[in-house]
């Protein structure tokens, strides 16, 4: 509790100074307005001639009196404040120091600073560096959720009791163009109804994208993409979902076995069945997802496990083995579940929030419900408790935002359709559908709540490297705030903590410049605060120096102080 309340006094601190500046600009403004008397501002602009203006300055300078100077000291402490004040923000913002970056890149090499030599003999070499680490280094690249929620049977639920928003436009729109990619092809011109489904994909109106769904199947009731649309939207139960995409399953196995036929007369035709081979496997995958929803688990899990043995490209997107994992974390099929994890949870694979925290789950599922912090503190940790503590450690460096969630320290909302890897929209996903099997292992959770900040005593800061992965990401703030509501806290990670030098050197400039102002404003008062100040700092120095009298022999006092 005192730790917790430490931590909040010290935010508290950190997010005043966000708002500093102002306070450091109206006392500048202040100061110069207080002192346009005395530093006679106006009478100095208007002078005439040099002349003039010498003599001027010679009768200012010597009629000047210390608040002068006592007002200077504390005009300068105000400047270098908001030196200082300015710093802070610039690394804040981007985590180094711009005054540090100005003198690299910019005065160095005007003074000299570095052999023009060696810098053209490592340019090819710095060069090829950049690009591989660009190479390596993985962008912040969306993805979509394989667990994503049905928007009538749950999203629109959810606006209907509380009135937010779950998704936000960016995130649909992403939705909208997989839509347009999975499920329309250029084979699609001049029939109607595909005509009328790629207009309802884009359409941002749900109420418009469902009659365009009804439209289409006027049209031609196998329009299998339009029962997709009906049953992601305009659905309400899950029952509803599962019923909409039967009728979905029949016509889209007779658009594929159409289109197989066909599928070697050219492009085009080529196109229409890898079109109908999309259709089919989305809706076999939703259709396994509403068997997860409504209990059947061991349906889910035969469809979950027939659809990984497909092979066509929408299968690098889909990640349907995510799905099959928290399905048989359901059942409480481990053994299942490693079998799966062996298989893709493989270097040479990307990896997940699901495949991470699922590792590390089943391993301290093995320790969890015997593991005690005081004794282990006392012992020393296992073989099985140090397997699985690092596991949990793998999983934290890849995501670290998903232990509050499991943890229950932040708040769980809906998960956005769309999930960027190691970011706070991914924890949430995780977390969203995984909190249940955490709980059901007994111990888990709080062998993850002793053990998971141990992770950032291994990771160096700033974030130059990573110890299992690749150096964390700094753009996932930016893509989380883009794919999760507004009424949502997003998760940040690394937060740039603020150097105590510079709060430090911050706070001395305020406590200056303070000083001078009462100093100026209140001159004896202050003088004689000032002398009391000196008394009490020297009464230690007197102290000694009397001991010292009444040690040392008298002869040795004067030949040090006549030295």
Same mark, same amino acid.
């Given at each position: ?268 035709? &080529? +196109?229409? /069945? $890898? ?8 809706? @076999?995958?939703? #259709?396994? *997802? ?99 503590? &690092? +596991?949990? /450690? $793998? ?8 232990? @509050?969630?499991? #943890?229950? *320290? ?154």
């Amino acid at each position: 509790m005192v730790f917790g309340f430490l931590r909040r006094i010290k935010s508290w601190i950190v997010w005043s100074w966000t708002y500093l500046w102002a306070f450091w600009f109206l006392l500048v403004l202040f100061v110069i307005y207080y002192l346009r008397g005395p530093l006679k501002i106006s009478e100095n602009i208007g002078m005439g001639n040099g002349c003039t203006f010498l003599w001027q300055t010679t009768m200012f300078l010597s009629t000047l009196t210390p608040k002068f100077y006592v007002a200077l000291t504390g005009t300068s402490s105000l400047i270098s404040g908001l030196i200082l004040i300015f710093e802070w923000w610039y690394f804040r913002k981007y985590g180094t120091s711009f005054i540090e970056q100005v003198s690299l890149n910019h005065i160095s090499p005007w003074i000299g600073g570095g052999d023009v030599s060696n810098e053209t003999n490592n340019v090819a070499t710095s060069t090829s560096t950049t690009a591989t680490s660009q190479q390596a280094v993985p962008e912040c690249k969306v993805w979509r959720n394989p667990l994503n929620l049905f928007r009538g049977a749950e999203y629109q639920r959810f606006y209907w009791a509380t009135n937010k928003e779950p998704l936000t436009y960016y995130d649909m729109n992403l939705s909208a163009q997989d839509h347009q990619t999975f499920f329309t092809c250029e084979g699609d011109c001049g029939k109607a109804e595909y005509e009328i489904m790629q207009t309802a994909w884009r359409e941002r109106n749900p109420v418009a994208r469902i009659k365009a769904a009804h439209d289409a199947l006027e049209k031609n009731p196998d329009c299998a993409p339009a029962y997709i649309l009906l049953a992601e939207e305009e659905a309400t139960t899950i029952l509803d979902v599962e019923k909409i995409l039967k009728q979905a399953l029949r016509a889209a196995e007779m658009n594929y076995r159409k289109s197989q036929q066909t599928q070697h007369q050219g492009s085009v035709m &080529e +196109a229409l /069945h $890898r079109r109908d081979t999309n259709v089919l496997i989305y809706i @076999k995958r939703r #259709l396994a *997802m509403c068997a997860r929803k409504l209990g059947k688990l061991k349906e889910a899990v035969k469809m979950f496990r027939d659809l990984t043995k497909e092979v066509p490209p929408i299968m690098n997107v889909l990640n349907i083995h995510e799905n099959l994992i928290e399905a048989l974390l359901e059942m409480q099929a481990y053994a299942d579940v490693q079998a799966v994890l062996a298989k893709y949870d493989d270097i040479s694979l990307p990896k997940s929030a699901t495949i991470c925290y699922t590792a590390a789950l089943l391993k301290a599922r093995v320790v969890a419900d015997k593991f005690s912090p005081d004794i282990a503190s006392k012992r020393g940790l296992t073989t099985a408790e140090m397997t699985a503590v &690092e +596991a949990i /450690h $793998r999983a934290v460096e890849f995501n670290p935002h998903v232990p @509050k969630y499991l #943890l229950e *320290m932040k708040p769980l909302i809906l998960p956005p359709e769309h999930v960027l890897k190691r970011g706070d929209s991914e924890a949430i996903a995780y977390a969203f559908f995984h909190l249940p099997h955490w709980k059901q292992v007994e111990g888990a959770l709080n062998l993850l709540h002793c053990t998971w900040e141990g992770t950032f005593r291994m990771l160096p800061y700033p974030l130059e490297r990573g110890h299992l992965f690749y150096p964390y990401p700094t753009c996932t703030e930016c893509a989380d705030r883009e794919l999760l509501p507004a009424f949502h806290e997003v998760s940040v990670y690394p937060k740039k903590e603020l150097p105590f030098f510079i709060l430090f050197t911050a706070g001395l400039c305020s406590f200056t410049a303070l000083l001078a102002l009462l100093t100026h404003q209140y001159p004896e008062p202050m003088g004689v605060v000032a002398k009391a100040m000196l008394s009490w700092v020297s009464l230690p120095f007197h102290y000694l120096l009397d001991k010292l009298e009444a040690v040392l022999p008298s002869n040795l006092l004067q030949q040090l102080s006549r030295i």
